[in-house]
């Protein structure tokens, strides 16, 4: 496809208009513009602009860039093919566009340095002989392109598994803690608890929203965070909310509903002050208000507290007529969690079978008795007989 040509097309760009405001497309076009008003040195800045702008996105080519905007942002054609909806003409305009990227992928960085030297002095000669080259390819066509949406979905969430919600955005977790299931040790019968219910989601069933409460360093966060490493849950995803942020929880909500991805909205150490409302809105938002949870999103909590609302003697001795209310209302929350599991602190026995178990997986060589005699000391001096307190053990004899 000829510059000029190409130009116009970009120019008709319509299902995939976002793109055309990213910083690359519009150097891309003020290039394309310098090229056609003879404007040899602009051309010659948006090139070596685009050449930088490229590379500090970390993308190694136009084909590279495009490749990845057209998967991973947001689209009204990408957002129709994962509802399994149709729109002739959002198609037709889709695939329209797809191909115009296609040809722009392919630009050969020949090509554009020969069209700016007939717009530049001789002077200019080694200074295009020295410009980058970067490959040009086209990787993706609207076949490809729509598979992936079918199979993946569109923008981040076909991109990352773990987010955070902070200030009422999403912050994609390249690399979520998250441990494997050989590294999840005791506790099998809880887990199982919480694994079924997230496989039964995944199934497309409504489930319960699942409240984990014991005793600290348990397993209770390590629990939701393991549910990415499982296999067949490729298609769950987690997003951690903090408790400031629940009030902001229905606006995320009605984002997630619709997609084929399963959401797994994830509060850690969730309590609450006696004089904290907030605790209302969650309520509401786990029992349902007139407005439905959506199938494939459930709330998944932690707590070191069984009614997550904290109680003082006030509370049972003060002037309210009815206590008795004010004290149900305040431990009603945690009732609004369909699967309540405990985690609490293990026995001598369990806890030494762990230590076992521990040290085998990380390779501690250590005769039992005197590997037990240890434990037992350490556990004296780290209160609480629990999975935290046995990986700090196992860690220090590996120092």
Known sequence: MELDLLRCSLRGVAAYKHLMDEPVMQLVMSMLDALHDGKGEEAVERYTRLFYTLWQTGKQGLSDWLHDALRYQESPYAWQVEREEQDPVLESAARRDIQTLAYLAELDCETVIRAISTCVSADFAPVLEGLPRWTCSAPFDAESLTAFYRAHGSGRFAQYRAFLWEEGKLWPVQEPDSHTPEEMMGYERQRDQVIANTRAMLEGNQVNNVLLYGDSGTGKSATVKSLLSIPGFEDLRLIEVQKEEVSTLPDLIRTLGGRR?????????????????????????????????????????????????????????????????????????????????????????????????????????????????????????????TPRVVRQFIASLRV
């Open 261 to 385: 991805r399963k959401f797994i909205l994830f509060i850690d150490d969730l309590a609450f002050d006696q004089d904290d409302r907030t605790y209302s809105v969650l309520k509401t938002i786990l029992e349902g208000g007139l407005e439905r949870r959506p199938t494939n999103v459930a709330i998944y909590a932690t707590s070191n507290r069984r009614h997550l609302v904290r109680q003082t003697f006030s509370d049972r001795a003060g002037d309210e007529v009815d206590a008795s209310e004010t004290i149900q209302e305040k431990t009603s929350l945690a009732e609004r969690f369909g699967l309540r599991i405990p985690y609490l602190a293990m026995g001598k026995k369990e806890y030494l079978e762990m230590v076992d178990r521990m040290a085998a997986y990380y390779g501690v060589e250590m005769e039992q008795e005197t590997l037990h005699a240890e434990a037992v000391k350490w556990e004296m001096h780290h209160p609480g007989r």
